[in-house]
């Protein structure tokens, strides 16, 4: 699905990625962790296009896009759900998902407008198509909540839900546990889980380390920019080089 291959970025001189290769399978979860400033950030930046590369390659579905802008990176089929990504305010739950879609359909602007036959099977099209992901991660009971006074572990169930509804084959999600607490991390666990059992291919950058551990089939360990680890997650776990790079952080 990616092939990542020798990819480097610099920001001053200085390497926040340096020659980094991975590779994530049709259906898998790789996750990548890694000790604070190890690079993972800037890593999936670069695979979703928001950085260039200094150096390197990466293959999605058998296309080389190094270079290409991320609008034609996610219409290839990559999804993103950012870490600071937020919702619609003033918008309900389900508009905040149908507000993505109308760039999609065919009608046009001219056809809205005059609320034309054409506009108007798309409007319901799209309302059922908002239905059906809303209840896939959960959220159907919500959406006609104004979407900003859903707690935070449904906010980002809310983004899952936006960036499902382009149908992407790898879906990158960029420290999706960020500010949950106990129970929301939980329910989060648990639709990633759902997704992957769904047969989606999922790449997950986070900084809490058992949160990714449990999700991913396989595990990449980022420490100064460059992968030193790369394995199933019990294999990383006790890899002495992770664990000296965590525990040196902390000491
Ligand atoms: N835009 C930038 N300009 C200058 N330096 C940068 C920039 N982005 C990242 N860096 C540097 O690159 C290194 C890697 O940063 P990055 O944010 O990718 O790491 P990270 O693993 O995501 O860290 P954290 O877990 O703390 O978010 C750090 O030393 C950081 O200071």
Redesign the pocket.
């Known amino acids: 699905m990616l092939t990542v291959t020798g990819l480097s970025r610099s920001?001053?001189g200085?390497y926040?990625v340096r020659d980094v290769s991975l590779a994530v399978a049709d259906g898998e979860v790789c996750g990548v962790i890694?000790p604070?400033?190890?690079?993972?950030?800037?890593l999936f930046n670069l695979i979703t296009g928001h950085l260039e590369a200094d150096h390197g390659q990466i293959s999605f579905r058998g296309h080389r896009v190094e270079r290409l802008a991320p609008h034609r990176r996610a219409r290839l089929g990559m999804s993103i759900v950012f870490q600071a990504a937020r919702v619609f305010r003033g918008m309900t739950v389900r508009e905040n998902v149908m507000v993505g879609m109308h760039g999609r359909t065919g009608a046009g602007f001219v056809s809205a407008a005059l609320r034309l036959p054409r506009h108007r099977r798309d409007e319901r099209e799209i309302t059922a198509e908002a239905e059906a992901v809303l209840s896939r991660v959960g959220l159907a009971e919500w959406a006609d909540r104004p979407a900003d006074l859903l707690p935070i572990g449904q906010q980002r169930a809310l983004q899952l839900a936006r960036a499902l509804c382009a149908r992407p084959r790898l879906l990158l999600l960029d420290e999706p546990a960020s500010g949950l607490r106990g129970q929301e991390r939980e329910r989060l666990a648990a639709l990633v889980e759902e997704l992957r059992a769904d047969g989606l291919t999922i790449l997950l950058v986070e900084?809490d380390v058992a949160f990714v551990t449990r999700l991913a089939d396989r595990v990449v360990v980022?420490d100064l920019?460059r992968v030193i680890a790369d394995g199933p997650p019990a294999e990383v776990r006790a890899d002495p080089l992770v664990l000296a790079a965590y525990l040196g952080q902390s000491a």
């Open positions: 920001f001053g200085v926040a890694g604070n400033g190890a690079g993972k950030s800037t900084h980022l920019g």
